[in-house]
């Protein structure tokens, strides 16, 4: 089983974003185990990644359409051991030196998007790259 970590700054506060983030992982349930790490501030999250190999989600990383989203995320999942890791970072952006440190650096899109939107978004892409590497229906 995949094991999916994120690490982000703030809370998700919207109870509709909770609850659509509750859906995507009840799907993602039978194929990956999802676990949230909350930071209270940019200043946590050198300490939280500090042992961590991670994907940073940063407006200037690298952007795939869906279907290179996948095959990248499978490869990344296949080279990690099966766990991965997504930072998403304050409203700031990531630090320089720890930016640095990212296994690699990936952008949702070149929007702007809320902290606690980033979070639905990634996780929608997460399951959309699943079920592209199973053919379904889903990606149309």
């Not at 990956?32 to 961590?52: G, T």
């Not at 320089?96 to 440190?101: E, F, I, N, P």
């Not at 929007?111 to 990606?139: A, D, G, N, W």
Request: charged share 20%; hydrophobic share 40%.
């Amino acid at each position: 089983m995949f094991k999916v970590k994120v690490i982000a700054v703030g809370k998700c506060k919207e109870e509709w974003l909770r609850i659509a983030i509750a859906e995507y992982e009840k799907r993602l349930s039978p194929l990956l185990q999802m676990s949230w790490i909350q930071a209270d501030d940019d200043s946590q999250l050198p300490l939280l990644l500090r042992n961590e190999t991670f994907i940073a989600l940063d407006p200037a990383g690298i952007s795939y359409d869906s279907i290179a989203f996948s095959q990248h995320l499978l490869q990344a999942i296949e080279k990690t051991g099966s766990r991965i890791t997504f930072a998403i970072g304050g409203p700031n952006g990531f630090p320089t030196d720890l930016l640095q440190k990212a296994y690699l650096k990936w952008s949702l899109s070149p929007l702007t998007f809320t902290h606690q939107l980033t979070r639905l978004v990634l996780i929608e892409q997460i399951y959309r790259s699943l079920e592209i590497s199973k053919k379904s229906p889903y990606h149309k």
